[in-house]
T-cell receptor
Framework: KNQVEQSPQSLIILEGKNCTLQCNYTVSPFSNLRWYKQDTGRGPVSLTIMTFSENTKSNGRYTATLDADTKQSSLHITASQLSDSASYIC????????????FGDGTTLTVKP | SQTIHQWPATLVQPVGSPLSLECTVE??????LYWYRQAAGRGLQLLFYSIGIDQISSEVPQNLSASRPQDRQFILSSKKLLLSDSGFYLC?????????????FGPGTRLTVT
């Protein structure tokens, strides 16, 4: 069964600090891994997409890494801002006709001043 | 550019009443379309996906149904709502045949069944 597990479930950090979110998956055959940011009451917005051959991808202060051998990914946020407070969702897709994906439950990040 | 619309944004319905949520996509043709539900503090659960008109697959047995009467229109329905149908419903679209399977989400509908 395809699964995506994220840790920690929630995280509180001070503004300006860095943090790293983790994602472990068991999805086969692996196609790609995506990180989304979801603000409260809004739809998720894509941050990064990585295929099998990519091991790092950056989007501003967000940097995602992928280790396809250990089936792990991390999302590193640098110099956090209050607007980074959100849920961060790891999504892994297998090769299928409709691109069905397996979603993690997300990590809720709270950035405090 | 492509845009995705969902309505209504919020909805409060009594138990046993019918439901119809609508999602439309602009600026693309023959998209893959998806309906998700998100319970409070939980991850997204895929309810239905569609790769074309009248081609709909259900992922989870439930009280809901979906239809795709037009290429870029996706409707989520129920004949009689249950309390457990409360949640945040998200529609998404994706480009078929792409390697990344990127999905683009709508703004969502907050449904409260009372």
């Amino acid at each position: 069964k395809n699964q995506v597990e994220q840790s920690p479930q929630s995280l509180i950090i001070l503004e300006g600090k860095n943090c790293t979110l983790q994602c472990n998956y068991t999805v086969s055959p692996f196609s790609n891994l995506r990180w989304y940011k979801q603000d409260t009451g809004r739809g998720p917005v894509s941050l990064t997409i990585m295929t099998f051959s990519e091991n790092t991808k950056s989007n501003g202060r967000y940097t995602a890494t992928l280790d396809a051998d250990t089936k792990q990914s991390s999302l590193h946020i640098t110099a956090s801002q209050l607007s980074d407070s959100a849920s961060y969702i790891c999504v892994v897709s297998a090769y299928t006709n409709a691109g069905k994906s397996t979603f993690g439950d997300g990590t809720t990040l709270t950035v405090k001043p | 550019s492509q845009t995705i619309h969902q309505w209504p944004a919020t909805l409060v319905q009594p138990v046993g009443s019918p439901l119809s949520l609508e999602c439309t996509v602009e600026g693309t043709s023959n998209p893959n379309l998806y309906w998700y539900r998100q319970a409070a503090g939980r991850g997204l659960q895929l309810l239905f996906y569609s790769i074309g008109i009248d081609q709909i697959s259900s992922e989870v047995p439930q009280n809901l149904s979906a239809s795709r009467p037009q290429d870029r229109q996706f409707i989520l329905s129920s004949k009689k709502l249950l309390l457990s149908d409360s949640g945040f419903y998200l529609c998404a679209w994706g480009v078929p045949g792409t390697a990344t399977y990127e999905q683009y989400f709508g703004p969502g509908t907050r449904l409260t069944v009372t």
